[in-house]
């Protein structure tokens, strides 16, 4: 079959290499698929840009995938429309991710598509698309939803691939890397290049408002992800890694063990991660430093312990406090994510946020406090439904979260108009701090600058 597999454009000015798609992209190739990517994102082509596309260029199906947010839902409506109006509509218009994976009717039903895959696509998509081809029955395969006349159908889920080094690496190729790897992420140097990476699916935990709906963690082996950095360096000249998954570190012990793979391969290179302080104590902190690590990404949430259970973080004001200073001790940059209008917070579990995120400011990255959203799919949105806050899912996208920094729902004791003149506060004074350090930094170079006739000096740059 010849498969046209679109990458949306979020706005951005570089884009994160849209890794789903490229995983897909290596299974339907090997299955012996012809598979082209559109690349909205690269270009900023408008919709009609797609319809018009189509109308040149004939394909048997077309594959479009978002994660869960207002954005993306508005996205993927406008490319839905640009798809029905082409003269050469391919046969199958498929969605998966996030998005469409907890209630796929609804999807269906919005975008005219013909079929949804839902949660981890790789085995599902093998089935399917060897279906589509041979014109076989789709009731059987695990891990969809499609149109059957007027009805929609929603086949069991597919159970999980445990073994993921066995799925093949993102098909690369298919992709411009010279703009992927132009990605910007903390303490990167103008000259380096970046790429994101898995080591693993999944999560260890279980945050009431996380919307993965995939169960448990499945870990690569540390030597497969040392052979796909050394193939990103030999053909990318990748000199840092982003790795995209849930959390790196999963426990102390696969922390360490990944790390020093990296010193035995002699990797050389710069990388960051998404982190848990349960686990960031000093011995765990330093091999990760001595392996290339600068940035560690911590999902706090709240610096209040009632909202921290609340939220089923399962972590303390105590550990975020000694992991952070570990972490920073360390010498390696903590990122710092907070979130506000939970069940149990106040405006004093936002003032002592708000604190803790000035005293550990390290000028890394701006962060503001943003709100809570109950994505469906998760606990948080569940409970908001059966609380009255939201309706059902058409609620949830067609009026409630109409921007991930404005309230989808209300979960605290304050009301609306206090809860926005809170936040409003709150997120004025962390960036009067961030660009009043900045300031003050810029001075200081410039002082040294004259003062000392540094030579090395290349100029005043917005970074």
Known sequence: MRILLVVYDNDSYIHWFPQGLAYLAAVLRQEGHDVEIYNQDVHHYPDEHLTAFLDRNQFDAIGVGII??????????????????????????????????????????????????????????????????????????????????????????????????????????????????LL???????????MPLLSGRGCTFT??????????????TAQAIVQEIQYLKKEFNISYIAFSDELLMSSKSRTIE??????????????????RLNYATPEVLSVMKKAGCVFINYGIEAFDNEVL???QKALTINQINKGIEATLTAGVSPGLNMLFGHIGDTRESLAAA????????????MRTIRPVTPYPGSPLYAHAVKKGL?????????????????????????????????????????????????KRLMVSQTRHLYETRDASFRGFRQA
Request: aromatic share 12%; proline share 5%; hydrophobic share 35%.
């Open 68 to 181: 869960a947010g207002y954005y993306q839902y508005k996205k993927l409506l406008g490319i839905s429309r640009a798809i029905g109006k082409s003269r050469q509509r391919p046969g199958h218009f498929i969605l998966g991710g996030h998005g469409p994976s907890p209630e796929p009717e609804f999807f269906l039903n919005q975008t005219q598509a013909d079929i949804v895959v839902m949660g981890e696509g790789e085995e599902t998509a093998k089935e399917l698309f060897d279906a589509l081809a041979n014109h076989g029955p789709l009731e059987a395969i695990k891990g969809i939803a499609y149109r059957d006349g007027q009805e929609v159908r929603t086949n069991p889920r597919r159970e999980l691939i445990q073994d993921i080094d066995n799925i093949p690496w993102p098909a690369y190729d298919l992709f411009p890397m010279e703009y992927y790897r």
């Open 184 to 194: 910007r992420m903390p303490h990167c140097s103008h000259s380096d290049f970046v």
């Open 207 to 220: 945050c009431n408002f996380c919307y993965r709906m995939d169960k448990g963690f499945r870990p690569r």
């Open 258 to 275: 990944i790390c020093e793979a990296f010193l035995k391969a002699d990797l050389n290179i710069k990388w960051d991660c998404n982190g």
């Open 309 to 311: 259970k609340n939220m």
């Open 354 to 365: 708000v604190e803790f995120l000035i005293k550990h400011d390290d000028g890394a990255q």
């Open 390 to 438: 939201i309706k059902d899912i058409r609620d949830f996208y067609e009026n409630k979260h109409l921007n991930s920094d404005l309230f989808a729902a209300n979960f605290t004791n304050l009301s609306e108009e206090q809860l926005y003149s809170e936040l409003t506060n709150a997120n004025i004074r962390l960036m009067e701090n961030y660009f009043e350090n900045k």
